[in-house]
T-cell receptor, first 116, second 113 residues
C-alpha cells in the first residue's frame, strides 16, 4: 500500500516569498491533516480536512497560510508571504476518518522549509 | 483541551538496558493515547495506541505502554534497548472530536554501546 506522498521534500526561499506544498493521502482515507514541526518541538496541527471540508483550522495563521482540498483527495498548503519563523517541516498525514475511533494517522516524510 | 507532557527531552540508555520514556496526559474526556517514533529525516511512525479495553498495550519493535488512569500516565517501555531504537519519540492524545492528535514535545532517545 502506498503511503502519504509529499512534495517537494526540501525548499529554501527568501522571506516574503511564497511557497506551496502538495500532499497525496493514502487511497481511501477521508481525513487529511497538515502539521507544522519546528526543530526540537512536536508536530502542531495546522488544519484538518474531512473529505473536502475543514474540520479544524483553529491553529492555522490565516493571514499567511492557506490550504485546500478541492476534490477530497490531494491537498495543497500555501504560505504567502513567508516569515523566518515559518522554517519548519510540514507534515501531511491521513486517516480513514473520525468515525473510526482511535484510528491510526499515517504521516508522510515531510516537506522541509527553510526561510532565509 | 487535551494535552500531553513528556518528561525528559533527552534520555540515554546503554544497549540492553531498560528503556522508559514518560508521558502524562491531561484530558477532560476519556483519552485516546498514542506513541509515535521519528527517525532522522523521516515522518512519524505509529508504535502503539490505547483506545479502550486492555490497559497494557503492545506495539511494534518490542515496545509497550500502560495506561494508568489514576496517574494520568502512559509511559513507554522496552525491556532491552537496541542501537536501532535511537530516535525521537512522541506521545500524543486526541486533540478534538475529529481525532486529530496533540503531540508532546518529544523525547530523544540515545542508545550507547
Amino acid at each position: 500500500e502506498a503511503g502519504v506522498a509529499q512534495s517537494p521534500r526540501y525548499k529554501i526561499i527568501e522571506k516574503r516569498q511564497s511557497v506551496a506544498f502538495w500532499c497525496n493521502p493514502i487511497s481511501g482515507h477521508a481525513t487529511l491533516y497538515w502539521y507544522q514541526q519546528i526543530l526540537g518541538q512536536g508536530p502542531k496541527l495546522l488544519i484538518q480536512f474531512q473529505n473536502n471540508g475543514v474540520v479544524d483550522d483553529s491553529q492555522l495563521p490565516k493571514d499567511r497560510f492557506s490550504a485546500e482540498r478541492l476534490k477530497g483527495v490531494d491537498s495543497t498548503l500555501k504560505i504567502q508571504p513567508a516569515k523566518l519563523e515559518d522554517s519548519a517541516v510540514y507534515l501531511c498525514a491521513s486517516s480513514l476518518g473520525p468515525g473510526v475511533s482511535g484510528n491510526t494517522i499515517y504521516f508522510g516524510e515531510g516537506s522541509w522549509l527553510t526561510v532565509v | 483541551a487535551q494535552s500531553v507532557t513528556q518528561l525528559g527531552s533527552h534520555v540515554s540508555v546503554s544497549e540492553g538496558a531498560l528503556v522508559l520514556l514518560r508521558c502524562n496526559y491531561s484530558s477532560s474526556v476519556p483519552p485516546y493515547l498514542f506513541w509515535y517514533v521519528q527517525y532522522p529525516n523521516q515522518g512519524l511512525q505509529l508504535l502503539l495506541k490505547y483506545t479502550t479495553g486492555a490497559t497494557l498495550v503492545k506495539g511494534i519493535n518490542g515496545f509497550e505502554a500502560e495506561f494508568k488512569k489514576s496517574e494520568t500516565s502512559f509511559h513507554l517501555t522496552k525491556p532491552s534497548a537496541h542501537m536501532s531504537d535511537a530516535a525521537e519519540y512522541f506521545c500524543a492524545v486526541n486533540l478534538n472530536s475529529g481525532y486529530a492528535l496533540n503531540f508532546g514535545k518529544g523525547t530523544s532517545l540515545l542508545v550507547t554501546p
